[in-house]
């Protein structure tokens, strides 16, 4: 009978331990990282979008209308104002589903007459569009107003729900067919994900009060949501708004006695509180009139208000400067002449950064947003709540 010799079972034990410990140091990582690639199974069968640039993954840049700066950087990105995926993207790939595409690729090659068109929807369509908004036309033109993203008048957040009820006909989800997609609906997500955020920074040093325009984005934001529970959705999340005070846009258009002791915009942030709060209210409400729903919040505020007070837990570093900027100032960000301009350029490492053009932020905050939302209880009620609904009928 042969022995191993001591040395041997010294460099088994070594190699043993290291296996082990880079295994355990992997899984650790993936957990920190929030890894979140196919976590919750195939609960969905599909998702659909709707929302502004902090969602759209391609209609605004397809349609060819934003300002030059922003056609760059969504062009470079496939589609997106950030430089990579948004929270939709991830939580598609936490259901082991592809991003939802967007509307405009789907109904080009629908009224090119393709066949089989709509068959690449199966998975999923995203209705939002960069930079729309809750303000009508009117405003634009009678108040004189230029819009951050748009060259010119924006779309509104009434634009995504005609396009979904396109969507409807071309499905032949009308009259008598209409039970196919209320069948099909039951089984997806419908994502609403920020409405507002475009509204909010063109009224700023304008006459227009906040509080009339909180009242409005939240309208629109409702008659989002009542369009799907009337198409057959029954489960939705309803995304609120970040502090869009603690911005560098924000931030760079304030006067220093209206920052607060972190450096925001204290009207701005004002707003959004009160948007958020009343959003939530009318959730629950939405809720309340639809027993077989399951209507979630999700917290933007409380998710990135978080991340940003403990950044490092997060894999992040800088909270407060734009990553892709002119390169000058506390900000790295200039109104004028913003990511995509000339004259600016990106940090090397845009993954230890939160924002990333100071209007939208970067990749891997949306990530981690997205990780709290779906795994971190950063949703009113939880994901879990809804998944154990889903799973349940």
């Given at each position: 009978?042969?022995?191993?010799?001591s040395?041997?079972?010294?460099?088994?034990?070594?190699?043993?331990?290291?296996?082990?410990f880079?295994?355990?140091?992997?899984?650790?990582?993936?957990?920190?990282?929030?890894?979140?690639?196919?976590?919750?199974?195939?609960?969905f069968?599909a998702?659909?979008?709707?929302?502004?640039?902090?969602?759209?993954t391609?209609?605004?840049?397809?349609?060819?209308?934003?300002?030059?700066?922003?056609?760059?950087?969504?062009?470079?990105?496939g589609?997106?104002?950030?430089?990579?995926?948004?929270?939709?993207d991830y939580?598609?790939?936490?259901?082991?589903?592809?991003?939802?595409?967007?509307?405009?690729?789907?109904?080009?090659?629908?009224?090119?007459?393709?066949?089989?068109?709509?068959?690449?929807?199966?998975?999923?369509?995203?209705?939002?569009?960069?930079?729309?908004?809750?303000?009508?036309h009117?405003?634009?033109?009678?108040?004189?107003?230029?819009?951050?993203?748009?060259?010119?008048?924006?779309?509104?957040?009434?634009?995504?729900?005609?396009?979904?009820?396109?969507?409807?006909?071309?499905?032949?989800?009308?009259?008598?067919?209409?039970?196919?997609?209320?069948?099909?609906?039951?089984?997806?997500?419908?994502?609403?994900?920020p409405?507002?955020?475009s509204?909010?920074?063109?009224?700023?040093?304008?006459?227009?009060?906040?509080?009339?325009?909180t009242?409005?984005?939240?309208?629109?934001?409702?008659k989002?949501?009542?369009?799907?529970?009337?198409?057959?959705?029954?489960?939705?999340?309803?995304e609120?708004?970040?502090?869009?005070g603690?911005?560098?846009?924000s931030?760079?258009q304030?006067?220093?006695?209206?920052?607060?002791?972190?450096?925001?915009?204290?009207?701005?942030?004002?707003?959004?509180?009160?948007?958020?709060?009343?959003?939530?209210?009318?959730?629950?409400?939405?809720?309340?009139?639809?027993?077989?729903?399951?209507?979630?919040?999700?917290?933007?505020?409380k998710?990135?208000?978080?991340?940003?007070?403990?950044?490092?837990?997060?894999?992040?570093?800088?909270?407060?400067?734009?990553?892709c900027?002119?390169?000058?100032?506390?900000?790295?960000?200039?109104?004028?002449?913003?990511?995509?301009?000339?004259?600016?350029?990106?940090?090397?490492?845009?993954a230890?950064?939160?924002?990333?053009?100071?209007?939208?932020?970067?990749?891997?905050?949306?990530?981690?947003?997205?990780?709290?939302?779906?795994?971190?209880?950063f949703?009113?009620?939880?994901?879990?709540?809804?998944?154990?609904?889903?799973?349940?009928?």
């Open positions: 009978m042969q022995t191993m010799s040395s041997s079972l010294t460099l088994s034990f070594i190699t043993s331990f290291l296996f082990f880079s295994t355990y140091a992997r899984v650790v990582y993936a957990q920190e990282s929030g890894s979140l690639q196919g976590k919750h199974g195939s609960t069968s998702v659909y979008a709707f929302g502004g640039s902090y969602t759209d391609g209609n605004a840049c397809t349609m060819t209308s934003l300002k030059g700066s922003f056609g760059a950087n969504c062009q470079r990105s589609g997106r104002l950030s430089n990579g995926k948004l929270a939709v939580v598609s790939a936490s259901f082991s589903l592809p991003s939802p595409q967007p509307w405009l690729n789907i109904s080009k090659n629908s009224y090119s007459a393709t066949p089989g068109a709509l068959s690449t929807a199966t998975s999923g369509v995203n209705f939002a569009i960069a930079g729309s908004s809750s303000l009508q009117k405003y634009f033109t009678n108040q004189d107003l230029s819009h951050v993203i748009w060259k010119g008048i924006p779309m509104t957040i009434q634009t995504q729900v005609h396009w979904f009820r396109n969507f409807l006909r071309e499905k032949n989800c009308m009259g008598k067919h209409a039970h196919r997609c209320i069948e099909e609906f039951k089984n997806a997500l419908f994502w609403v994900g409405i507002g955020i509204d909010y920074y063109n009224v700023q040093g304008t006459s227009i009060a906040q509080k009339w325009l009242q409005l984005s939240i309208q629109q934001f409702t989002v949501i009542e369009a799907l529970i009337n198409a057959g959705a029954k489960y939705i999340v309803a609120g708004l970040p502090p869009l603690c911005f560098p846009l931030v760079s304030s006067e220093g006695h209206k920052l607060d002791q972190n450096g925001c915009a204290v009207p701005v942030n004002s707003a959004i509180k009160l948007h958020n709060q009343i959003l939530k209210s009318k959730v629950g409400e939405l809720q309340r009139r639809c027993h077989e729903c399951s209507i979630l919040y999700a917290d933007f505020w998710a990135y208000e978080t991340i940003v007070m403990t950044p490092a837990k997060y894999h992040l570093e800088e909270t407060k400067k734009a990553c900027g002119t390169g000058k100032g506390d900000l790295n960000f200039d109104p004028k002449m913003v990511c995509g301009s000339p004259t600016t350029s990106a940090c090397t490492d845009p230890k950064y939160v924002s990333w053009d100071g209007i939208h932020i970067t990749e891997a905050m949306q990530r981690q947003v997205a990780d709290l939302y779906l795994n971190q209880g949703c009113e009620p939880s994901f879990d709540t809804m998944i154990k609904h889903k799973s349940s009928i």
